[in-house]
């Protein structure tokens, strides 16, 4: 193993075959075995159709990353990866972020990829509204200037003027 802290999550619990005991046995197999087993490595059952054991998995990555004493910069510059970007009809360019540094705010402009924009609107996972996208946050994001592709990195700006420079030198 590469000794690092793991999270196991045993996914699909609501099917009548689940099986975690078997789950649990192939991990131990690998050198992977939890805490209810004797190890160290903390895993949750869950079932996302039923949305059953996500209060328990989300415990256990904070409980991990409390360990670990993993900390964020909630103030910095936002900074974020892009998970997915479509082109809309009605909304032009939807770019969906994962918030790796910072927070981003309605109104902040941004540099992604090669293109510029200024947060328009944002929505959380659920397509709610939102005003601020925080640290490990996904955000669809509306205001981008262009699709980019997914993998490239958003930076916050200080202002327009600065993002669309730096979007005009990297194109």
Do not use: C, Y
């Not at 009548?16 to 004797?38: F, S």
């Not at 709610?128 to 994001?141: F, H, N, Q, Y």
């Amino acid at each position: 193993p590469a000794h690092v802290p793991v999270v196991v999550a045993i996914t699909k619990m609501d099917k009548p075959e689940a099986d975690p005991l078997r789950v649990k046995r192939g991990l131990a197999e690998h050198g992977v075995t939890t805490e209810d087993w004797g190890g160290e490595v903390l895993a949750a059952e869950i079932s996302a159709l039923r949305g059953e054991g996500l209060d328990k998995l989300m415990e256990a990555v904070s409980l991990q990353a409390e360990i670990m004493e993993l900390k964020g910069e909630p103030d910095a510059r936002a900074k974020g990866v892009v998970l997915e970007s479509t082109l809309d009809r009605g909304r032009g360019a939807v770019v969906t972020v994962l918030i790796r540094r910072g927070g981003l705010k309605i109104g902040d402009s941004f540099v992604v990829g090669k293109k510029a924009g200024r947060v328009r609107a944002m929505f959380d996972a659920e397509g709610k509204k939102i005003k601020e996208a925080g640290l490990s946050t996904p955000a669809a994001i509306l205001g981008a200037e262009g699709v980019p592709d997914a993998g490239d990195v958003l930076v916050a700006m200080p202002d327009d003027k600065t993002a669309r420079s730096l979007a005009a030198l990297l194109s």
